[in-house]
């Protein structure tokens, strides 16, 4: 057998072997990445259906004629910025993540002003659709928050797998970066404090 064949074979095999490896962490971290990006659409899946309740509630609500317009109004205003923002599964970053955030904080806000403001209206408290809303709300905020854990754990995953050495390394040459994490709203961490007007 000729010396340099010896050499070269090996060579073969080592270039063979790291690009194997390098094959294989690529492939992984295009599954774990669109893992995530899947679980982000359905955190805004379970806002949508939100955005959709709330519209059904709001619909119910204008029936009734002595309703406060003002607080309707700002649910109405709230829900149509929360629907206009939409993000991009790609395009995921701290900075969308807060306007979308911030949104869809603003709609809850303004939807808990609501519901406080329906205890004054005996009528439409007493309504089957009204208790239906307030039962498929419940549902529906247990959905996001779901969604929400769901996505952070993929997104957990995957942030792991690219940033553990020597993984780091080629993640950096092929393109893969850290994908922001949900948040709770801000002052979120407090207890809230609660008043029974009697």
């Known amino acids: 057998m000729k010396k340099w064949l010896i050499p070269l074979i090996v060579i073969v095999v080592i270039v063979f072997g790291i690009y194997r490896w390098a094959v294989g ?5 295009v ?6 990006k899947t679980e982000w659409s359905n955190v805004e899946s379970a806002y949508q259906r939100r955005s959709d309740l709330y519209s059904t509630v709001i619909k119910t609500v204008q029936g009734a004629a002595d309703f406060e317009r003002k607080t309707l109004n700002e649910v109405i205003e709230a829900r149509s910025k929360a629907t206009s923002i939409n993000i991009n599964a ?3 970053t701290p900075e969308n993540l807060e306007k979308f955030q911030q949104a869809q904080s603003q709609l809850s806000g303004s939807f808990s002003r609501l519901i406080a403001s ?8 007493a ?7 307030q039962a498929q709300q419940e549902g529906t905020e247990n959905r996001i ?30 393109g893969f ?3 922001p994490r949900y948040k709770a709203d801000p002052g979120s961490e407090k207890v809230p404090d609660v008043n029974f007007d009697f």
């Open 177 to 179: 970066e850290k994908m």
């Open 127 to 133: 309504s089957d659709q009204f208790r239906e809303f």
């Open 25 to 29: 962490f690529n492939n992984t971290a």
């Open 31 to 36: 599954e774990l990445e669109a893992n995530a």
């Open 118 to 125: 329906f205890e004054r209206y005996p009528n439409l408290k």
């Open 90 to 92: 790609d395009d995921l």
């Open 145 to 174: 928050n779901i969604a929400r854990e769901k996505y952070n754990n993929t997104v957990n995953k995957y942030d792991i797998y690219i940033t553990k050495f020597p993984g780091k390394i080629l993640a950096g040459w092929f």
